[in-house]
């Protein structure tokens, strides 16, 4: 198995752009639901984003979720909320 990601609309492989991002999911109403880190992979071509390769997740019921999430959001910058 591999762990490559390509560009469907350009068919070249996607390189790192950024490491370790954080992403918020929420639910469909816009509570926070998961907090995971991934990349940030980059078309050399068209510079499509993704974000992919998720390792570490704390959810909702973790002890230290709320804080995290508080934390990361009074930075102002860097964590992604995506629904």
């Not at 992403?23 to 109403?29: F, G, P, Q, R, Y």
Request: contains cysteine; charged residues 35%.
């Amino acid at each position: 198995m591999t762990t490559d990601q390509f560009c469907v609309k350009c068919r070249r492989k996607m390189r790192v752009a950024k490491a370790g991002q954080e992403v918020l999911e929420l639910t469909e109403k816009g509570v926070p639901y998961k907090l995971m880190t991934g990349d940030v992979l980059r078309c050399p071509e068209c510079d499509y984003d993704v974000v992919a390769r998720f390792g570490e997740v704390t959810a909702q019921h973790n002890d230290d979720f709320k804080e995290r999430v508080a934390r990361l959001r009074s930075l102002g910058y860097g964590l992604l909320e995506v629904v």
